[in-house]
Protein backbone atom coordinates (compact mmCIF):
# COMPACT_ATOMS: atom_id res chain seq x y z
CA UNK A 1 0.00 0.00 0.00
CA UNK A 2 1.47 3.85 -0.62
CA UNK A 3 0.35 6.19 1.55
CA UNK A 4 1.39 10.32 0.01
CA UNK A 5 -0.34 13.46 -0.43
CA UNK A 6 0.77 13.64 -3.78
CA UNK A 7 -0.23 12.07 -6.76
CA UNK A 8 2.80 12.30 -8.36
CA UNK A 9 4.40 10.52 -5.57
CA UNK A 10 2.12 7.56 -5.81
CA UNK A 11 2.45 7.01 -9.13
CA UNK A 12 6.30 7.11 -9.40
CA UNK A 13 6.19 4.71 -6.01
CA UNK A 14 3.66 2.36 -8.12
CA UNK A 15 5.50 2.25 -11.25
CA UNK A 16 8.61 1.50 -9.62
CA UNK A 17 7.36 -1.98 -7.11
CA UNK A 18 5.19 -2.77 -9.79
CA UNK A 19 7.82 -3.22 -12.37
CA UNK A 20 9.49 -5.24 -10.12
CA UNK A 21 6.58 -7.23 -9.43
CA UNK A 22 4.85 -6.04 -6.67
CA UNK A 23 1.03 -5.85 -6.80
CA UNK A 24 -0.18 -2.28 -5.43
CA UNK A 25 -3.45 -3.09 -3.50
CA UNK A 26 -4.25 -0.33 -2.08
CA UNK A 27 -3.29 3.78 -2.04
CA UNK A 28 -4.21 6.55 0.43
CA UNK A 29 -3.91 10.37 0.49
CA UNK A 30 -3.35 10.69 4.31
CA UNK A 31 -2.76 8.59 7.38
CA UNK A 32 -6.71 8.33 8.53
CA UNK A 33 -7.36 6.97 5.22
CA UNK A 34 -4.34 4.74 4.94
CA UNK A 35 -5.61 3.31 8.85
CA UNK A 36 -9.31 2.46 6.83
CA UNK A 37 -7.39 0.69 3.89
CA UNK A 38 -4.86 -0.91 5.65
CA UNK A 39 -7.84 -2.51 7.70
CA UNK A 40 -9.42 -3.21 4.48
CA UNK A 41 -6.49 -5.06 3.17
CA UNK A 42 -4.43 -6.18 5.34
CA UNK A 43 -0.86 -5.37 2.97
CA UNK A 44 2.12 -7.04 3.14
CA UNK A 45 3.88 -3.90 2.84
CA UNK A 46 2.70 0.11 3.37
CA UNK A 47 5.16 2.87 2.18
CA UNK A 48 4.30 6.08 4.69
CA UNK A 49 4.89 9.80 3.98
CA UNK A 50 4.88 11.64 7.16
CA UNK A 51 3.97 15.21 6.12
CA UNK A 52 -0.32 15.00 5.04
CA UNK A 53 -3.29 16.45 5.88
CA UNK A 54 -5.83 15.13 7.95
CA UNK A 55 -3.80 12.77 9.92
CA UNK A 56 -0.06 12.44 9.66
CA UNK A 57 2.33 9.89 9.21
CA UNK A 58 3.65 9.46 12.75
CA UNK A 59 -0.15 9.00 14.09
CA UNK A 60 -0.81 6.70 11.12
CA UNK A 61 1.98 4.77 12.08
CA UNK A 62 1.32 4.49 15.70
CA UNK A 63 -2.48 4.16 15.03
CA UNK A 64 -1.61 0.77 12.29
CA UNK A 65 1.09 -0.42 14.81
CA UNK A 66 -1.39 -0.41 17.59
CA UNK A 67 -4.15 -2.66 15.80
CA UNK A 68 -1.54 -4.73 13.59
CA UNK A 69 1.39 -5.14 15.44
CA UNK A 70 2.57 -7.16 12.61
CA UNK A 71 2.38 -4.48 10.31
CA UNK A 72 5.29 -3.90 7.86
CA UNK A 73 5.85 0.29 7.61
CA UNK A 74 8.58 2.03 5.45
CA UNK A 75 8.74 5.51 6.14
CA UNK A 76 9.54 7.81 2.67
CA UNK A 77 10.10 11.47 3.74
CA UNK A 78 12.22 14.37 2.83
CA UNK A 79 15.78 14.99 4.39
CA UNK A 80 14.32 18.32 6.51
CA UNK A 81 12.01 15.11 8.56
CA UNK A 82 14.89 13.48 9.93
CA UNK A 83 13.52 14.05 13.56
CA UNK A 84 10.01 12.66 12.32
CA UNK A 85 11.74 9.98 10.83
CA UNK A 86 13.83 8.55 13.57
CA UNK A 87 10.30 9.44 15.90
CA UNK A 88 8.43 7.25 12.98
CA UNK A 89 10.89 3.94 13.67
CA UNK A 90 10.48 4.22 17.37
CA UNK A 91 6.76 3.93 16.79
CA UNK A 92 7.05 0.71 14.75
CA UNK A 93 8.32 1.46 11.04
CA UNK A 94 10.59 -0.81 9.65
CA UNK A 95 12.94 1.61 7.96
CA UNK A 96 13.33 4.79 5.92
CA UNK A 97 13.89 6.20 2.42
CA UNK A 98 14.93 9.81 1.90
CA UNK A 99 13.92 11.70 -0.42
CA UNK A 100 14.43 12.82 -3.21
CA UNK A 101 15.10 8.47 -3.67
CA UNK A 102 16.81 6.25 -6.76
CA UNK A 103 14.58 3.31 -7.66
CA UNK A 104 17.23 0.82 -6.50
CA UNK A 105 17.01 2.09 -3.31
CA UNK A 106 13.11 2.01 -3.21
CA UNK A 107 13.37 -1.23 -4.14
CA UNK A 108 16.34 -2.72 -1.85
CA UNK A 109 14.91 -1.53 0.78
CA UNK A 110 11.48 -3.14 0.14
CA UNK A 111 12.76 -6.43 -0.54
CA UNK A 112 14.59 -5.99 3.00
CA UNK A 113 11.34 -5.42 4.80
CA UNK A 114 9.55 -8.11 3.32
CA UNK A 115 12.24 -10.68 4.23
CA UNK A 116 12.29 -9.66 7.68
CA UNK A 117 11.21 -11.80 10.44
CA UNK A 118 8.04 -10.89 11.63
CA UNK A 119 7.59 -8.62 14.62
CA UNK A 120 6.55 -10.13 17.65
Do not use: W
Not at 50 to 75: C, H, Q, R, S, W
Amino acid sequence: MIVDDSGMMRKHLGIILERAGHTIIAEATNGAQALLEYGNNQPDLVTMDLTMPTMNGIDAIKKIIFEYPKAKIIVISSMGQKHRIFEAIQCGAMHYIIKPFRNEKVLSVVELVLSAKPKI
